[in-house]
């Protein structure tokens, strides 16, 4: 990435990787994760450390070679990782062993990639924002995303029941196959007319938004009193500006707007998160990959993305 800017920015380039520290390995990828993340950092919305920058914060491959001060991975290791530093939209990486999780057996490496990050960010959703307990009532925007299709299928194993909204009837019967209980097409249908209809007029517990603009100040009327709505992204590309009026006492309702980020980067939450993730996966949870683009088509993987064309999680292929 040479700028701020839209998907002409983004240019493949050769460059010589040198010998990793004594605190890292060198990573030879086998799947490299696309995020909105990405997106917003390539915009300028969330600025980079520096230019030229190599974006990307997910991936997953085979361990080259190992720093001096490295005891914990070997080369040969298969191993995956989320979150900060940045680099992953690269062929190999040098990248600090501490942010490395062995991947386990029975897992391949194009999964494990498509779901680090949003298995991270589910986890710190339903354990740690505001944990899940049976019988709740959720609403999930997106939901045939790739963080939308892990949410439903790690709520209802907790015992919610799980309401989302698609774009096209194609994306709610992929919701539908993957556990959600009902697909709101927000196209053609009030979504929050029909949350109150779904729900006998009382609203949803909690509500996760990645969309922001518009949906979520509509989102503050879909829910119960004291519930609690989730902004976790920005898909419009904007986030409303919510007053504490907008959300009592007529309402009563509490809204966070967690880092992803931030829980990755704590050592226990990192560790935790991915544990559970793996635990989930081994579990039959599913991941969907909708999309593999090659490493140099960078650019129009974000593109794809941007346009919502298709559903799940993107890979590129180094």
Not at 73 to 91: I, T
Not at 151 to 168: N, P
Not at 207 to 234: C, H, N, W
Request: aromatic share 6%; proline share 5%; glycine share 12%.
């Amino acid at each position: 990435m040479t700028a701020p800017g839209g998907v002409d920015v983004l240019k493949p380039v050769r460059a010589e990787l040198p010998a990793p520290a004594a605190n890292e390995v060198r990573l030879r990828q086998a799947a490299i994760g696309v995020n909105f993340v990405d997106i917003y950092q390539r915009t300028g919305l969330y600025p980079v450390p520096g230019m030229p920058a190599v974006l990307g914060i997910e991936g997953a491959g085979v361990v080259e070679s190992v720093g001096a001060d490295v005891t914990t991975l070997r080369s040969g290791d298969r191993v995956a990782y989320a979150g900060l530093p940045l680099g992953g939209y690269a062929e190999a990486r040098n990248i600090a062993a501490s942010r490395l999780v062995r991947i386990p057996d029975g897992i391949d490496d194009r999964t494990a990639a498509a779901a680090m990050l949003r298995g991270i960010t589910a986890h710190m959703l339903l354990d740690r924002v505001c944990p899940i307990r049976q019988g709740m009532v959720l609403l999930v925007h997106a939901a045939a995303g790739g963080l939308g299709l892990i949410l439903t299928q790690w709520a209802k194993h907790l015992g919610a029941t799980v309401i989302g909204t698609a774009g096209s009837r194609d994306k709610a019967e992929l919701g539908r196959s993957y556990g959600l209980d009902h697909a709101i097409l927000y196209r053609e249908t009030d979504f929050v007319a029909e949350v109150r209809r779904l729900t006998d007029g009382a609203g949803v517990d909690i509500a996760y938004d990645g969309v922001g603009g518009e949906t979520l100040t509509r989102t503050l009327d879909a829910m119960k009193p004291f519930g609690t709505v989730i902004s976790i992204g920005q898909a419009s590309g904007s986030l409303p500006a919510v007053t504490l009026g907008e959300l009592g006492p007529r309402r009563s309702l509490a809204l966070a707007r967690p880092s992803s980020f931030a829980y990755a980067n704590d050592p226990k939450s990192y560790a935790r998160a991915t544990a559970a993730l793996f635990e989930q996966l081994g579990r039959g949870l599913k991941i969907k990959i909708g999309a593999e683009f090659p490493l140099a088509e960078a650019a129009h993987a974000q593109a794809q993305l941007e346009r919502g064309a298709t559903v799940g999680s993107f890979l590129l292929r180094p």
